[in-house]
């Protein structure tokens, strides 16, 4: 029998890039997990993100929110495992309103566990972020690293991080935890720092860069992320936290540097701004820990992968353009 997998957050940038992995045309017919999507489709998830999967054998989609019990008991009911993408992500609208983040990742999370101890969840993987570790000016963080998350958003995640690893303690729920590092590439909702200033500089405009500009990120291609949840799914140790990164790490002026390049602007196209409050100098993570119990490495070259993501948002300007329209995209400097 298949694995019944409900997949939250799925129609969201990561969340449907994991969901369109598991039905690569590489998986032979009957042989992946029946995938249950439930997203409540806020302002970052979009159906268009799982094109060609609805109405596929083997794949439901449920509109609908993690923190409403009623859906969510229903749901987890029929699943085998969860893999739990949902979340509000932007750190810049955490610092204008953290209500909603704590809602979701919090109390959102907290439901999603509540349910599936009451129906026998046999693997519940818990997608959560490098910021809740706070800043790190030289190494990298180990998996046991105290969290010190200093934006209302990554303290949600650091709180839903320690909701599910205590629901293995408490109740025995097999749970994984995976920290990611800064994710990039195609259908990213265009209000994080790349997908922002690549649309912004395709329409001609400015693009804000905060402070000047120093403050240092680990960058992922998308593909490399949900491959190391996936490999967390399957073969992931209960009760362990798993570092994921690449390696890569731009300070935020030289990835502006870099998407300039490739949107053939100039400086005179970057806005520095005010630094926004509490932003954190450096992440790093350290993956030896996913390396070495689970045979996962990064695969996608970044310098390729960046080009690639540029292309992308170049060729599909139609639907980001319509988005801002809309009133979708945020036209105020933030990255």
């Known amino acids: 029998m298949p694995t019944h997998l409900l997949v939250t957050g799925g129609a969201g940038f990561i969340g449907s890039h994991y969901v369109r992995s598991l039905f690569a045309p590489s998986t032979a017919p009957g042989t992946g997990p029946h995938v249950t999507v439930l997203d409540s489709l806020t302002y ?6 799982l094109s060609g999967l609805h109405g596929r054998s083997g794949f439901r989609f449920v509109t609908g929110d993690i923190c409403d019990p009623q859906v969510v008991d229903r749901v987890v009911a029929e699943a085998d495992e969860i893999v739990h993408f949902a979340a509000e992500t932007h750190v810049d609208r955490s610092i204008t309103g953290g209500q909603e983040f704590v809602r979701t990742n919090v109390l959102g999370t907290q439901v999603l566990l509540d349910a599936a101890v009451r129906h026998g969840v046999r693997r519940f993987v818990h997608v959560s972020t490098d910021e809740v570790y706070g800043s ?40 994984c935890v995976t920290r990611c590092c800064n994710n990039f590439g195609s259908r990213q909702y265009p209000e994080k720092v790349i997908p922002l200033f690549v649309t912004r500089l395709l329409d001609g405009r400015t693009v804000p860069l905060y402070g000047t500009g120093d403050n240092t990120r680990e960058w992922i291609h998308v593909d490399d992320h949900v491959d190391a949840v996936e490999r967390v799914r399957t073969a992931g140790r209960a009760g362990r936290v798993y570092n994921v990164g690449s390696g890569v790490e731009l300070t935020n002026r030289q990835l502006t ?18 630094d926004r409050p509490g932003h954190d100098l450096r992440y790093s993570v350290d993956t030896a820990r996913i390396r070495r119990e689970l045979g996962w490495a990064p695969r996608r070259d970044f310098a390729a992968s960046l080009a690639e993501t540029v292309d992308w948002y170049r060729e599909n300007g139609g639907r980001w353009q319509k988005e801002a329209a809309g009133g979708r995209i945020p036209h105020s400097p933030v990255a």
């Open 136 to 175: 790190i000016a030289e190494g990298s963080w180990p998996e046991e690293h105290p969290l010190n998350p200093s934006s209302p958003y990554s303290a949600s995640k650091a709180a839903g991080d320690l909701l599910a690893l205590s629901y293995h303690a408490t109740y025995g729920l097999d749970v």
């Open 257 to 274: 540097e870099f998407l300039l390049q490739q949107c053939g602007a100039d400086w005179d196209s970057v806005e520095q701004v005010a």
């Open 44 to 49: 970052a998830g979009n159906p268009l993100n």
